[in-house]
């Protein structure tokens, strides 16, 4: 008898991937961090910088990343499972398909698409190796702008105005570079 764990059947009859399993998932992955007494320590941090007031953004991010979770289509589990799993090309094709075609990182260039990534260097989940594959391919470009953020997987998140690396200015990114934040890149390209 098959049994399907990771699918849920929503009441229109569709079915999604089970945002608590994928959660649970991705904890496997951090298991040795995820400890009770890392959670406290890392709240106390924060109110510590924070003057004991993190604000409404920090605490919601915190709930929901604690505490809520999202069915996600299947269709973007298996994207995002197929982007962990398979390389890129030798040539630039991605391992996934938008509309039924390929997706070819170099296309940015052609394009002229700006290009901001940002990543963490102590993220394990997206290991910076990981989230920086496909630059190799847009080498030499000035529209690619990687950033090196502090801390883990979602330290942009939950410290977006951050002293050592502020969303809406400029900083030395966690390599040394002079870099600017998500928010202030959109603003400087529209």
Not at 130 to 137: H, L, P, V
């Amino acid at each position: 008898m098959h049994h399907d764990f990771i699918t849920t059947t929503l009441p229109s009859g569709n079915k999604v991937a089970n945002g608590y399993l994928l959660s649970l998932g991705m904890r496997f992955v951090a298991i040795d961090r995820e400890t009770p007494l890392v959670k406290v320590l890392d709240q106390v941090s924060l109110h510590r910088a924070t003057d004991l007031n993190p604000g409404k953004t920090p605490a919601a991010l915190f709930r929901w990343l604690l505490k809520e979770r999202v069915h996600l289509p299947l269709a973007i589990a298996n994207m995002s499972s197929h982007t962990f799993q398979d390389p890129i090309a030798d040539d630039g094709t991605l391992p996934v398909q938008l509309f039924g075609q390929p997706l070819n990182i170099k296309n940015l260039i052609d394009l002229n698409v700006p290009w901001y990534q940002n990543y963490a260097i102590k993220d394990d989940l997206v290991t910076p190796p990981c989230a920086t594959a496909g630059n190799k391919f847009l080498e030499g470009w000035n529209g690619l702008e990687s950033v090196a953020f502090f801390g883990g997987h979602v330290a942009i998140l939950t410290s977006p105005h951050g002293k050592k690396a502020p969303v809406t200015g400029t900083f030395k990114d966690a390599n040394g570079k002079d870099s600017r934040g998500p928010v202030k890149f959109q603003l400087d390209i529209s």
